[in-house]
């Protein structure tokens, strides 16, 4: 594994962002039992990336690290793909008003990421909140294989679990005290843990604002923060409830592909699972997908989208109704128009690269496209 590793991340020096590779090198790095000697170079890699170095010192120091993963790396890692939560025939049924969480049941695996999408209402909060075990299910079993369930107890269990609200609740005193004072409860030394927490500052972008309160910072930096917190844990189960929610759509990217790398470090793969609304970016990093509709899951694993009997493509056309209409009808499709956002539906023997050319051909204008053939979003 450590040999693969080493390949991949030589390739993406040679051919990606070196600022991207030195993320995945810190990532391991922190996730590893790394020697104390490493220390000098995971710092290093850790202030190149905040001086956004981009010189050849990158390429000296990305070299070094790979030569050195073996040693790295600890011998008894957790496999990836291993079980990490299994949930079955779990459901949730309040009290209190009408909705109820209908029975479901799914495993969450070491070095994935599983998006949960739907809209508002529908049950995705739920859901989380039973995984990490701040609400008890009315009927079904939560086991997690991997932490020896049998001799803990359930807040022992949650000692292995991070879970990121979408409202961060508020915390005093500066960043960095708060993250020293999180790592202080687990009986690191004092170097220890001043190196912990200026290499995390770091790799997630917050060094700058490690002497800022709570006031001092925005919402996005929040979520920053609550991810540094837990990441420090080295938590098994990694949740979050809508953490795209107070970041901007460049952030968005950086923070999901953050989350992916991280949760297939190979020292500590981690089962990654977090609630969104926005579909295409969270289907872009996912492995697999739960589709959640007044509170039953119509849809689980991304395979399952394949299966489809249509293609879909939604456009933005100035172009007029009736033309569109007239060349839905040419190549039987079916057409909803809201405004001017159109979806056209085919069957499977009409490609959506064909329905493309064939909306070029009858020269109608396209200001937006989106083939949502195998997403989630022909579901709502």
């Known amino acids: ?31 590893s039992a790394y020697r104390k000697e490493t220390k000098a170079l995971v710092l290093a890699m850790a202030n190149a990336l905040y001086t956004n170095d981009e010189s050849e010192t990158v390429n000296q120091l990305v070299h070094e690290f790979a030569s050195l993963l073996t040693s790295i790396v600890k011998e008894e890692v957790v496999t990836h793909q291993k079980t990490v939560l299994k949930a079955t025939d779990i459901s949730k049924q309040y009290k209190v008003g009408e909705f109820s969480f209908k029975t479901f049941s799914f495993d969450l695996k070491a070095g994935s990421l599983t998006g949960v999408v739907g809209q508002n209402g529908n049950g995705k909060t739920t859901l989380l909140r039973m995984l990490c075990g701040d609400l008890l299910a009315t009927t079904g079993v939560i086991d997690y294989p991997l932490l020896a369930t049998n001799n803990l107890d359930p807040y022992a269990i949650k000692q292995h679990i991070g879970f990121i609200p979408q409202r961060i609740p508020r ?28 290499v995390m500052l770091k790799r997630l972008g917050l060094y700058d604002f490690k002497e800022h309160t709570w006031s001092q910072i925005s919402g996005g930096y929040r979520t ?36 992916r790398h991280m949760a297939k470090t190979e020292g500590h793969p981690m089962a990654v699972i977090l609630s969104s609304q926005l ?8 492995d697999d997908l739960i589709f959640i509709k007044n509170g039953e899951c ?44 159109y979806t ?4 499977k023997n009409i490609t959506t690269k064909q329905l493309l050319k064939a909306m070029i051909e009858a020269d109608i204008d396209i200001l937006y496209y989106r083939d949502i053939t195998n997403s989630t979003k022909r579901l709502f």
């Open 1 to 31: 594994m450590s040999e693969n590793l080493q390949h991949q991340l030589l390739a993406e020096l040679q051919h990606g962002n070196k600022q991207a590779v030195l993320k995945r090198c810190i990532d391991h790095a922190l996730s």
């Open 171 to 198: 915390w005093y005193g500066v960043l960095k005290d708060n993250l020293v004072f999180t790592l202080s409860n687990l009986n690191f030394s004092a170097d220890e843990i001043e190196f912990r927490v200026e």
């Open 224 to 259: 920053r923060f609550e991810l540094a917190k837990v990441l420090l844990t080295k938590p098994r189960i990694l949740v979050l409830d809508e953490p795209l929610a107070n970041l901007d759509v460049k952030a968005q990217q950086t923070f999901l592909q953050d989350l």
């Open 279 to 286: 579909l295409h970016e969270v289907e872009q990093v996912s």
């Open 298 to 341: 119509l849809l689980q694993s991304t395979s399952e989208v394949n299966n489809f009997e249509s293609n879909i493509v939604e456009i933005i056309s100035t172009t007029s109704y009736d033309l569109i209409l007239k060349l839905s009808s040419a190549i039987e499709a079916t057409l909803k128009s809201e405004n001017n956002l």
């Open 344 to 347: 056209i539906s085919c069957s």
